[in-house]
T-cell receptor, first 114, second 112 residues
Framework: NAGVTQTPKFQVLKTGQSMTLQCAQDMNHEYMSWYRQDPGMGLRLIHYSVGAGITDQGEVPNGYNVSRSTTEDFPLRLLSAAPSQTSVYFC?????????????FGPGTRLTVL | LAKTTQPISMDSYEGQEVNITCSHNNIATNDYITWYQQFPSQGPRFIIQGYKTKVTNEVASLFIPADRKSSTLSLPRVSLSDTAVYYCLVGRSGAGSYQLTFGKGTKLSVIP
């Protein structure tokens, strides 16, 4: 199994540009989520999905959109990039439900918005 | 959501046992306690999880007192490769909900 994969690894955008960060998992996990991590900070939840077709907002959802058309994929869209969105983005997945879920994280995408 | 408080940083010499304590005063009855480890430029990795008393696996032990308002991650005989940030999480996911929150973590530096 490849686990959780993310593309691209690095990206530089100009203010106002849009882009999609890709996330895929091959573990048949129902739960997927996106976090951002700023320097010296912990991870903050952006959006999450508890199954295909179901998404919800996390702590910092503004400026981001998500959709979940398949179990495997959970892309994160930046609608109009802003310098405040410069961060490292992590995607995670976990098995369907249960109180002892373990989250599996991808390697991250480092995004810089100029 | 249960809020957690951890020391910002800790230093330890190689070969010593390291204990990192996390405070979570408003933990709910259904909440579990989970610890993750994060190396620079990598995503967090699961270390250990528990609900009460003591849990041990091949890399760490987790001690949880009866009132569950705190927990202690214990790393036996640390090495340089244990230098990382350690996060304590309290919450649960499942049944259509998602209630996990990462704090700022504890940066552990292991000194030769």
């Amino acid at each position: 199994n490849a686990g959780v994969t993310q593309t691209p690894k690095f990206q530089v955008l100009k203010t106002g540009q849009s882009m999609t960060l890709q996330c895929a998992q091959d573990m048949n996990h129902e739960y997927m989520s996106w976090y951002r991590q700023d320097p010296g900070m912990g991870l903050r939840l952006i959006h999450y999905s508890v199954g295909a077709g179901i998404t919800d907002q996390g702590e910092v959802p503004n400026g981001y959109n998500v959709s979940r058309s398949t179990t495997e994929d959970f892309p994160l869209r930046l609608l109009s990039a802003a310098p405040s969105q410069t961060s490292v983005y992590f995607c995670a997945s976990s098995f369907s439900g249960g109180d002892t879920d373990t989250q599996y994280f991808g390697p991250g995408t480092r995004l810089t918005v100029l | 959501l249960a809020k957690t408080t951890q020391p910002i940083s800790m230093d330890s010499y190689e070969g010593q046992e390291v204990n990192i304590t996390c405070s979570h005063n408003n933990i709910a009855t259904n909440d579990y306690i989970t610890w993750y480890q994060q190396f620079p430029s990598q995503g967090p990795r699961f270390i250990i999880q528990g609900y009460k008393t003591k849990v041990t696996n091949e890399v760490a032990s987790l001690f949880i007192p009866a009132d569950r308002k705190s927990s202690t991650l214990s790393l036996p005989r640390v090495s340089l490769s244990d230098t990382a940030v350690y996060y304590c999480l309290v919450g649960r996911s499942g049944a259509g909900s998602y209630q996990l929150t990462f704090g700022k973590g504890t940066k552990l530096s292991v000194i030769p």
